[in-house]
């Protein structure tokens, strides 16, 4: 009996994973992103153009905000940031049907905020990047210089912030070379870090 909530804790132990804090689970949502077309997410900085057929007062192009958030006639505020350009449409649309009922909304991105990355540690040129369009975990890697001497490149953190708080993956540089692992498109805010 005196057994039984040690092997409990041993379960719980193994099933968790002991990384402290790293996402240990196999990189589900990094793998499947990967081996698709990207879906473009709306960031803090894009500009959007939101057109609303019939209603020129109504349409226009509005400005995504550091809150994620955007302004647009009869409905103010609405949240963009971290939405896909249809699930954005649709939020408008249906937030308009209130106002103009047969309300038929097109959304399109005329200017995309550029891609803000970090590089920590071990890199020949860490510090803060920028890309003008969609980056992936090696291509931040190769603007950074790749690895300085003596980096681990088996052991690069990829830190994420989302909805549920920061997560953390650990990826092999080699894997994802050798296409084991998935290279996944970095989000504007990701840190890569490696000792």
């Given at each position: 009996?005196?057994l039984?909530?040690?092997?409990?804790?041993?379960?719980?132990?193994?099933?968790?994973?002991?990384a402290?804090g790293?996402?240990?689970?196999?990189?589900?949502?990094?793998?499947?992103?990967s081996?698709?077309a990207p879906v473009?997410?709306?960031?803090?900085g894009?500009?959007?153009?939101?057109?609303v057929?019939?209603?020129?007062?109504?349409?226009?192009?509005v400005?995504?905000?550091?809150?994620?958030?955007?302004?647009?006639?009869?409905?103010?505020?609405?949240?963009?940031q971290?939405?896909?350009i249809?699930?954005?449409?649709k939020?408008v649309?249906?937030?308009?049907k209130?106002y103009i009922?047969?309300?038929?909304v097109?959304v399109?991105?005329?200017?995309?905020?550029?891609?803000?990355?970090?590089?920590?540690?071990?890199f020949?040129r860490p510090g803060?990047h920028?890309?003008?369009?969609?980056?992936?975990?090696?291509?931040?890697?190769?603007?950074?210089?790749?690895?300085?001497?003596?980096?681990?490149p088996?052991t690069?953190?990829?830190?994420r912030?989302s909805?549920?708080?920061?997560?953390?993956?650990v990826?092999d540089?080699?894997e994802?070379i050798?296409g084991?692992?998935?290279?996944?498109?970095?989000?504007?805010?990701?840190?890569?870090?490696?000792?």
């Open positions: 009996m005196r039984l909530p040690v092997i409990v804790v041993i379960l719980f132990v193994l099933q968790t994973g002991c402290g790293v996402d240990s689970r196999p990189l589900d949502e990094l793998q499947s992103a081996g698709k473009y997410m709306i960031r803090s894009d500009t959007l153009n939101v057109q057929w019939g209603e020129p007062e109504v349409s226009g192009e400005f995504v905000r550091d809150d994620g958030k955007v302004s647009i006639k009869l409905i103010n505020e609405i949240h963009a971290g939405l896909t249809e699930e954005f449409t939020n649309t249906q937030e308009l209130r009922p047969a309300a038929s097109v399109s991105v005329v200017q995309s905020a550029p891609v803000k990355y970090f590089l920590l540690g071990a020949q803060e920028r890309s003008e369009g969609s980056v992936t975990f090696l291509q931040a890697i190769a603007t950074g210089g790749g690895f300085a001497p003596f980096a681990n088996g690069v953190t990829l830190i912030k909805p549920d708080g920061e997560k953390r993956y990826l540089y080699n994802v050798s084991d692992e998935p290279n996944p498109q970095l989000q504007s805010g990701d840190v890569l870090a490696v000792e």
